[in-house]
């Protein structure tokens, strides 16, 4: 929950925006002396937004602040609404991204001094994964470009970190039970999966006894268990449930029968009787793969009530393929500029890597080539998410689109995570430019030859012409492909008037963007290059005010006649 505290009329009057923007999330405090509504909101919510100065906030909140980790995250709001500043618990306390988020609504400019966000470095404690060590001394030491040595013991897809294979400080990834040594961070990925068997009414004290003591004996860390498994007779079980509560894990479940079919080195017939399956604990842990740390072992009890396994499953890496838009900054989306930043490889295309290179952050490893290497680089990206990378594969306008999304999903299977980031088409940004051409049913066709033989794109220009589609042509010319465009617009004049609107984007929502109306009859293909979107209309399709429109529905294409 956010509380929000406001002094004015002003302060109160943006208050009151926020508020109505985030409704489930926000609780307004007021009515009340400022002390007292201070005290109030750090005792009942995460967060704060005050709308006060900073120095009034200051003074407020400091007598009641504990430590970073559980300090309130603070934001300030000036009485103009131009600043919100990020004043307290700006990682842990969430006040950065907070800051961010209420500039938004608000139409504040965030202000966050954090070191490490202020030179777009990842904080080490916003990994998401739990962190030991000296985390000031080695953020400390990326920041002034001192050499960092990462220890990957395990796989795990991190962002961008200007690490080294040597240095006096040390970044460690492991799920081993060690200490941090001098200048050394740990970070514990979330690798390790506990499958749990339990009787009926088992005491949460013996499931939990017997799971911390074989992660013990094995020298594993209970922080990088990321659940635990079990029988799906088993969800309900109070030991297993209240287990995974103190672990703070979640409980996933299993049919017996897909149980049954696992492999396990230490069967037994006492579960195959009672749920259905020789092993659970064995079983549970292994059905996602991995490697078997610990075999299944009783607790201490007499009889024993539980038994666990502990399996260790490889981190899987990451495939955003993200789309990069037509070309302006403005119609890059916030969600692919975040997956940008969060990608350790960058893998595309010379000219667009160049186009958000500064939007990278330092340590990204960019794995660029030109034109033509399309499969190179969907077999490059997919290989690099392998190895446990998080792995951003940009291409222009949507990726999904005559870009890299099919190649590159051709390529991958289930051992890997893909996350799509749609893009602003070359249709769309080419569509707007002309006014509403796109308004009814519509088709994209590439008249490049290259991917697709000319007899299939024929029959399908053929098919458009035929079902009276607007017609958006993609790749409609270059120095050694000047007959297609002309032999796709006769097609399309078989059945279209000379006059139907045709429009001509090159560079579309770039800097040197140009565009022109003309007609069917009309339009010079030798003025068209690879730069240009060409959309040609439908029967319907009328040139408005200089635009071109195609209507919704067929009625007003009547009442147009």
């Given amino acids: 929950m956010i509380g929000l505290i406001s002094a004015t009329a002003a302060g109160a009057a943006a208050r009151d925006r926020l508020a109505a923007a985030w409704p ?17 909101a750090c005792a009942e919510c995460e967060q704060l937004v005050c709308f006060l100065a900073t120095g009034a906030v200051v003074r407020l909140v400091a007598p009641l602040l504990g430590d970073k980790a559980s300090d309130p995250g603070v934001v300030c709001v000036d009485e103009g609404g ?144 990321a659940g635990l498994a079990t029988v799906d007779a088993k969800a309900g079980e109070p030991g297993i449930v209240a287990a995974a509560r103190r672990l703070g894990v979640p409980v996933v479940t299993y049919a017996a029968g897909e149980l049954a079919r696992v492999e396990v080195p230490n069967p037994s017939g006492a579960p195959l009787a009672a749920v259905g399956t020789p092993s659970v604990a064995e079983a549970a842990a292994l059905l996602g793969g991995g490697e078997l740390l610990v075999p299944k072992r009783k607790s201490a009890g007499r009889p024993a009530t539980a038994t666990c396994a502990v399996v260790r499953r490889p981190g ?68 690099e998410a392998r190895r446990g990378q998080a792995v951003a594969l940009i291409g222009s306008g949507d990726a999904g689109v005559y870009a890299m999304a099919s190649p590159a999903l051709a390529e991958a299977s289930d051992d890997i995570d893909v996350v799509g980031v749609p893009g602003v088409t070359a249709a769309l940004a080419a569509g707007a430019v002309l006014g509403a ?22 029959r399908r220009v053929r098919a458009a012409a035929e079902a009276d589609l607007v017609v958006t042509f993609y790749n409609p010319r270059s120095r050694g492909r000047d007959w297609q465009l002309p032999k796709a617009l006769g097609i399309l004049a078989e059945h279209r008037e000379p006059v139907t609107p045709v429009g001509v984007v090159r560079n579309a929502s770039r800097a040197d963007e140009s565009s022109r109306l003309t007609t069917l009859a009309a339009l010079d293909p030798a003025t068209v290059d690879m730069m240009t979107v060409v959309t040609v209309g439908n029967t319907a399709t009328r040139e408005i005010a200089g635009r071109m429109v195609t209507p919704r529905g067929y009625r007003w294409q009547e009442g147009a006649r």
């Fill in 82 to 225: 131009r600043f919100a500043v990020s004043l307290v618990g700006g990682h842990a306390g969430g006040a950065n991204e907070l800051a961010r988020a209420v500039g938004e609504v608000l139409g504040a400019r965030p202000v966050v001094t954090t070191a490490t966000d202020a030179v777009h470095l990842p904080g080490l404690d916003t990994l998401g994964l739990p962190v030991e060590g000296d985390v000031a001394a080695v953020s400390r030491a990326l920041l002034d470009g001192e050499a960092v040595a990462l220890r990957a013991e395990v796989s795990w897809p991190l962002p961008p970190l200007p690490v080294a294979d040597e240095g006096a400080y040390t970044l460690r990834v492991t799920d081993r039970l060690v200490e941090p040594g001098a200048r050394e961070v740990v970070l514990r990925p979330p690798t390790l999966v506990v499958g749990v068997g339990a009787s009926k009414g088992a005491p949460v004290e013996e499931v939990l006894g017997v799971i911390e003591g074989a992660l013990r004996e094995a020298g594993l860390s209970a922080a990088s268990v």
């Fill in 316 to 383: 899987r890496g990451r495939l955003a393929v993200v789309g990069l838009g037509p070309g302006a900054r403005d119609l890059l989306t916030p969600r692919a500029k975040a997956e940008l930043r969060r990608a350790s490889v960058l893998v595309g295309l010379d000219q667009y890597v160049d186009r958000i290179r500064d939007l990278l952050r330092p340590g990204t490893r960019v794995l660029e080539s030109g034109l033509g290497a399309e499969e190179e680089r969907a077999r490059t990206a997919v290989a």
């Fill in 24 to 40: 489930d999330r926000t609780r307004v405090y007021e009515g009340r002396p400022l002390a007292d509504a201070v005290r109030a």
């Fill in 437 to 458: 051409p796109l308004g009814h049913d519509h088709v994209s066709i590439s008249l490049s030859d290259l991917h697709t033989p000319w007899d299939v794109i024929e």
